[in-house]
């Protein structure tokens, strides 16, 4: 499926809190404050109907926290957004996930001590068998269950995950479980996809797979909303970028041209005074995408060092 323009996806210039011709998450005034530190401040954001945007920008922009809000995992201080044009604002997590919109995080949280057929199967919706009714009637139970164990190892074997059904998830490398998060989230057919860094500690075999199950979700219908530094897979797949920094939209664009705008430059650029080394790989990345729009003008050398994955996902340790 071939990539959306800008005509295609929004209504006048490029500029943060444009809107969009068929938005299915609009949201306003969105803010969370942490103690003195306005995580989230967004004054308006549209997020383009089956098309694929890429949420990025700098280390502790708020990206995480407005994926948490936004799914119901965190209340806001303020504000109110609305999914496929029912409010959604102050609704639970769960609510939010049976209205067609479930997330993936950053850090993964399959069970560990599940295996990984289960850990697919704790991703349907409305389980029948979990009603107060129906537990009285094992048939309707039973039937729902071999539907759901089906669906389960399709997308199980969609993902190359098949073979290890019976595994427990810790067995997995941290790309599978990437992949595990995402066939769990897809049980439940939703019509929004929200992606926490999907490609962050995926070892590079797995890449390739990755980025095409994601293109795979759009050519499905659905929308995918995704968070991620490596600018590889925002270029690649992207209709729509997004760029947060310091809670705030500081741009919108296509991908082509969202790099050269001057409010990116500055968030990424200006983003290194009180950050320490072994937290800023995602930056790395997008500072070398930077020095190959800018022609190596105006990027320190520091973006010449190497990506690591341990850091990536080191950094992270101690998120929800
Ligand atoms: N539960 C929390 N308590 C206190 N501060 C928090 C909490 N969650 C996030 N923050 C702070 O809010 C800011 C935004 O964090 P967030 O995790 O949303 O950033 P991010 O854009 O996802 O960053 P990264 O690219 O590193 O994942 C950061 O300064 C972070 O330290
Ligand atoms: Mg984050």
Known sequence: MSKLTASDLVVGDPAPGVPKKDPVIVADGVTRQFGGLKAVDVAHLEVPRHAITALIGPNGAGKTTLFNLLTGFDKPDSGTWSFDGKNLAGIPSFKAAQSGMVRTFQLTKSLARLTVLENVLLGAAGQRGESFWASFFPPIWSKQESENRDK?????????????????????????????????????????????????????????????????????????????????????????????????????????????????????????????????????????????????????????????????????????
Do not use: C
């Open 152 to 320: 389960a190892m399709d997308l199980l074997k969609r993902f190359k995950l098949d073979a290890k059904k019976d595994d427990y998830a810790a067995s997995l490398s941290g790309g599978q479980r990437k992949l595990l998060e995402m066939a769990r989230a897809l049980m439940s057919d939703p019509s929004l996809v929200m992606l926490d860094e999907p490609m962050a500690g995926v070892n590079p075999a797995l890449t390739q797979s990755l980025l095409e199950h994601v293109l795979g979700l759009k050519e499905d219908g659905m929308t995918v909303l995704f968070v991620e530094h490596d600018m590889h897979m925002v270029r690649h797949i992207s209709d729509w970028v997004v760029v947060m920094a310091e809670g705030k939209i500081v741009a919108e664009d296509v991908p082509e041209d969202v790099m050269k705008n001057q409010a990116v430059i500055d968030a990424y650029l200006g983003a290194h005074h009180d950050t320490d080394l072994g937290s800023i790989t995602g930056q790395l990345d997008m500072e070398a995408a930077l020095k190959q729009e800018l022609g190596g003008e105006n990027v320190g050398s520091i973006a010449d060092a190497e990506r690591s994955e341990e850091s990536t996902t080191s950094s992270k340790e101690g998120e929800q």
